[in-house]
């Protein structure tokens, strides 16, 4: 914990950062992560059209990445943020309306407030990152970045605790049942809500450059060719991961039968303890850089989902579940880290858009795919195809790590 001292010199941006962050988290991986697929079922949805759903909203956020950083370049990062939120608002808003429309427009809103939810996304998943590497000192960006992921954790578990909880309450007061959709309705209100309180933390920040530096050697040469791995390294990392975002909490429902309260506990519980790995990843990055980092937590991902994939009762589901977030907390770090040190600040930017394409694709394939094996074959075989995807990221990480230690003796033995 000694190393953490360092977060005394975060300023006030960095604080005002990690809120917003840590307000998306409680929405997004608490609130919506337990109940909006539960919702979408007691609509009478099928995980097939879940899984379109989105698929859709994923690529729109591919799709819109590089279009949204380049509109951050333009305007500046920080009012790009503000747009991510709005967008957000706006975009669950419509979603929640639909119910309360005739039900031939129904899908269509829903279909509507997610892509709007989505293109939001893509602002801030663009434009986030290098904000925070402005407004950071060298020094603290190990941490500012490790802490971010432990508001996502900290903030998800207890909106999942929420979300467990408040179903049960708001059936009694409305006199419904966990059958009825209304419940989960009124409880999701509280992310849009969480993205208007957001807004209001972002008009406290400023642009003050405190950018440190950072800067990069290999795409000075070759810039193509490191976007391009990453934007592929992304997809599959994503692809595999996007297996426990996307139906999760289907599988627990409707394959092992598990209560809503159960299934709030268990996302709880993941997000809870994805915290040990976020505040370890400084360390981590530290001792092994965030290339073998990234290796290393791939590969213990691979693993989880295979045994996911094999054994189908509640207790490896839970184990594997659990395993895949911690891993992906010190993941998350090490990638925000990696994705802006390996390029000059000038093409921050652009590389975070080209991460953000590789992470929408990767998810819309684990969601729009996975939808379509889960409803052919089930959900075994979709996460062992998951661990098979992990297993290639893995691999074209060790021939990255490789091609760079030659470059580096190269380099080395010219000067």
């Given at each position: 914990m000694k190393d953490w001292r360092v977060m005394r010199s975060f300023g006030r941006n960095v604080w005002l950062m990690l809120s917003v962050f840590a307000l998306n988290g409680f929405a997004y991986f608490g609130i919506q992560a337990v109940l909006l697929n539960l919702y979408f079922l007691r609509l009478g949805y099928n995980a097939e059209f879940i899984g379109t759903l989105i698929g859709f909203g994923q690529l729109v956020w591919a799709m819109m990445a590089l279009p949204a950083g380049a509109i951050g370049r333009r305007i500046g990062t920080r009012p790009a943020l503000f747009i991510w939120q709005t967008l957000h608002m706006i975009g669950l808003t419509l979603l929640l309306s639909a119910e309360l429309l005739p039900s031939s427009f129904q899908t269509i809103f829903i279909v509507l407030g997610w892509g709007v939810f989505w293109l939001g996304g893509a602002f801030g998943g663009v434009n986030s990152t290098p904000y925070l590497m402005r407004v950071s000192t060298l020094e603290a960006r190990?941490?500012?970045?490790?802490?971010?992921?432990?508001?996502?954790?900290?903030?998800?578990?207890?909106?999942?605790?929420?979300?467990?909880?408040?179903?049960?309450?708001?059936?009694?007061?409305?006199?419904?049942?966990?059958?009825?959709?209304?419940?989960?309705?009124?409880?999701?209100?509280?992310?849009?809500?969480?993205?208007?309180?957001?807004?209001?933390?972002?008009?406290?920040?400023?642009?003050?450059?405190?950018?440190?530096?950072?800067?990069?050697?290999?795409?000075?040469?070759?810039?193509?060719?490191?976007?391009?791995?990453?934007?592929?390294?992304?997809?599959?990392?994503?692809?595999?991961?996007?297996?426990?975002?996307?139906?999760?909490?289907?599988?627990?429902?409707?394959?092992?039968?598990?209560?809503?309260?159960?299934?709030?506990?268990?996302?709880?519980?993941?997000?809870?303890?994805?915290?040990?790995?976020?505040?370890?990843?400084?360390?981590?990055?530290?001792?092994?850089?965030?290339?073998?980092?990234?290796?290393?937590?791939?590969?213990?991902?691979?693993?989880?989902?295979?045994?996911?994939?094999?054994?189908?009762?509640?207790?490896?589901?839970?184990?594997?579940?659990?395993?895949?977030?911690?891993?992906?907390?010190?993941?998350?770090a090490a990638r925000g880290i990696m994705s802006q040190i390996i390029v000059q600040p000038r093409w921050r930017t652009i590389i975070s858009g080209v991460q953000t394409v590789g992470l929408g694709l990767g998810w819309a394939s684990a969601a729009t795919i996975g939808g379509r094996l889960v409803t052919q074959f089930g959900f075994g075989p979709y996460f062992i195809t998951s661990a098979v995807i992990a297993a290639l990221a893995v691999l074209l990480m060790l021939g990255y790590e490789r091609k760079a230690q030659v470059a580096a003796v190269i380099s080395k033995g010219e000067s």
């Amino acid at each position: 914990m000694k190393d953490w001292r360092v977060m005394r010199s975060f300023g006030r941006n960095v604080w005002l950062m990690l809120s917003v962050f840590a307000l998306n988290g409680f929405a997004y991986f608490g609130i919506q992560a337990v109940l909006l697929n539960l919702y979408f079922l007691r609509l009478g949805y099928n995980a097939e059209f879940i899984g379109t759903l989105i698929g859709f909203g994923q690529l729109v956020w591919a799709m819109m990445a590089l279009p949204a950083g380049a509109i951050g370049r333009r305007i500046g990062t920080r009012p790009a943020l503000f747009i991510w939120q709005t967008l957000h608002m706006i975009g669950l808003t419509l979603l929640l309306s639909a119910e309360l429309l005739p039900s031939s427009f129904q899908t269509i809103f829903i279909v509507l407030g997610w892509g709007v939810f989505w293109l939001g996304g893509a602002f801030g998943g663009v434009n986030s990152t290098p904000y925070l590497m402005r407004v950071s000192t060298l020094e603290a960006r190990n941490h500012v970045f490790s802490a971010q992921v432990a508001m996502f954790s900290i903030m998800g578990f207890i909106g999942s605790w929420v979300a467990g909880i408040l179903p049960n309450i708001m059936a009694t007061l409305t006199g419904t049942t966990l059958a009825d959709a209304t419940p989960y309705r009124m409880v999701l209100w509280l992310a849009p809500v969480a993205h208007v309180i957001s807004l209001v933390m972002l008009t406290k920040t400023t642009d003050t450059e405190v950018d440190g530096g950072g800067i990069g050697i290999e795409v000075a040469v070759k810039p193509l060719g490191v976007l391009v791995f990453w934007g592929v390294l992304m997809f599959l990392i994503t692809s595999s991961e996007g297996s426990v975002r996307a139906f999760f909490n289907v599988y627990l429902d409707k394959q092992l039968n598990m209560p809503t309260a159960e299934i709030g506990t268990v996302f709880g519980l993941g997000q809870f303890l994805s915290v040990i790995g976020a505040l370890s990843a400084p360390a981590f990055l530290r001792r092994f850089g965030a290339a073998r980092a990234i290796i290393f937590v791939t590969v213990g991902s691979c693993l989880a989902l295979a045994v996911i994939g094999m054994f189908s009762n509640p207790l490896a589901a839970t184990f594997g579940y659990i395993s895949v977030l911690v891993l992906a907390s010190v993941s998350t770090a090490a990638r925000g880290i990696m994705s802006q040190i390996i390029v000059q600040p000038r093409w921050r930017t652009i590389i975070s858009g080209v991460q953000t394409v590789g992470l929408g694709l990767g998810w819309a394939s684990a969601a729009t795919i996975g939808g379509r094996l889960v409803t052919q074959f089930g959900f075994g075989p979709y996460f062992i195809t998951s661990a098979v995807i992990a297993a290639l990221a893995v691999l074209l990480m060790l021939g990255y790590e490789r091609k760079a230690q030659v470059a580096a003796v190269i380099s080395k033995g010219e000067s």
